[in-house]
T-cell receptor
Framework: GNSVTQMEGPVTLSEEAFLTINCTYT??????LFWYVQYPGEGLQLLLK?????DKGSNKGFEATYRKETTSFHLEKGSVQVSDSAVYFC????????????FGQGTELSVKP | DAGVIQSPRHEVTEMGQEVTLRCKPI?????LFWYRQTMMRGLELLIY????????DSGMPEDRFSAKMPNASFSTLKIQPSEPRDSAVYFC???????????FGPGTRLTVL
């Protein structure tokens, strides 16, 4: 079945450091891919998405490129801020499997001043 | 729009009691999802509705759990009887398409003693 695997956290960085959170997926079809962010005490919010191979999603300085050849959707940001501290979830949605969102386990990011 | 509204935000109850969680989705969003989030199991989809009709309840853990959506603006998730292992944060989410962006509520933190 479909699945999403993320790098384990917590990830601790200093302000202005470069961020990469790895995400790989397994899917039988051609899924859409998402990154959601969860700030403390809140629900998840969509950060960015990509719907087909080689698409790049971007928002708030974050980027991720849909790589079909490596089945990956790694999240990157060039310079993190303290306000980026949150839990980040990679997810996929496959129309061939009913289209439900399947989430990775989440990666906690902590950015220190 | 106020976004997805969930109530209560926190619930503490004793084992064996009935618990009812409530959700008001964003107007015009035809899909409604119930998720459970725990440290051990991450984010799990319990059930989702389309146009008030339950479509997939394969994630509902057992018969103690039930969900209803009597109209487009209201849904409930009921646990009867509750058990300590049901302690989790329960999220309601909604969207306009099965594999489009989902909008999450703030969650209900349930503690069963």
């Amino acid at each position: 079945g479909n699945s999403v695997t993320q790098m384990e956290g917590p990830v601790t960085l200093s302000e202005e450091a470069f961020l990469t959170i790895n995400c790989t997926y397994t899917a039988t079809g051609y899924p859409s891919l998402f990154w959601y962010v969860q700030y403390p005490g809140e629900g998840l919010q969509l950060l960015l998405k990509a719907t087909k191979a080689d698409d790049k999603g971007s928002n708030k300085g974050f980027e991720a490129t849909y790589r079909k050849e490596t089945t990956s959707f790694h999240l990157e940001k060039g310079s993190v801020q303290v306000s980026d501290s949150a839990v980040y979830f990679c997810a996929l949605s496959d129309r061939n499997q009913g289209g439900k969102l399947i989430f990775g386990q989440g990666t906690e990011l902590s950015v220190k001043p | 729009d106020a976004g997805v509204i969930q109530s209560p935000r926190h619930e503490v109850t004793e084992m064996g009691q009935e618990v009812t969680l409530r959700c008001k989705p964003i107007s015009g969003h035809d899909y409604l999802f119930w998720y459970r989030q725990t440290m051990m199991r991450g984010l799990e989809l319990l059930i989702y509705f389309n146009n008030n009709v339950p479509i997939d309840d394969s994630g509902m853990p057992e018969d103690r759990f039930s969900a209803k959506m009597p109209n487009a603006s209201f849904s409930t998730l009921k646990i009867q009887p509750s058990e300590p292992r049901d302690s989790a944060v329960y999220f309601c989410a909604c969207g306009t398409g099965i594999n489009d962006e989902q909008f999450f509520g703030p969650g209900t933190r349930l503690t069963v003693l």
